[in-house]
């Protein structure tokens, strides 16, 4: 099993922010993650089983970096998860985070709705 929970954030205006901090946080969010995923694939397919884990925060759904929860509750939450048969897909932990997720699922859905037609209206 592999739990990806690196991340990094450098709080203030974006623009404000340097190449540098901008490179920083990618590096550690998205290439970092990607980096330990690939080294250790080849022995979950070797072992034909496997299981990734990645952590993020709802300032992946909303912009703001600090968080509630206690961290023991979720690492045995995640223990209990990936003892399953079918893990989730998807786990949204946490009350706030719960709450964030049902307000950007119904933006998002009605969005989608306002713009049905001509989003189907694309295919060739």
Do not use: C, H
Not at 18 to 36: C, D, I, K, W, Y
Not at 78 to 101: C, H, M, Q, V
Request: glycine share 6%.
């Amino acid at each position: 099993m592999l739990v990806n929970i690196a991340a990094n954030f450098y709080a203030g205006f974006f623009e404000e922010l340097s190449a540098e901090q901008m490179n920083q946080q990618l590096f550690t969010s998205l290439l970092g993650p990607m980096n330990v995923a690939r080294a250790v694939l080849p022995t979950m397919r070797n072992q034909k089983s496997g299981l990734i884990i990645t952590i993020s925060s709802t300032a992946g759904l909303i912009g703001f970096g600090q968080q509630s929860g206690d961290p023991a509750k979720l690492a045995k939450a995640l223990i209990d998860l990936s003892a399953k048969d079918k893990p989730s897909y998807r786990f949204i932990a946490g009350a706030n985070a719960i709450e964030t997720a049902e307000k950007v699922a119904t933006t998002l859905q009605q969005q989608l709705n306002a713009f049905r037609e001509l989003s189907s209206s694309l295919a060739f």
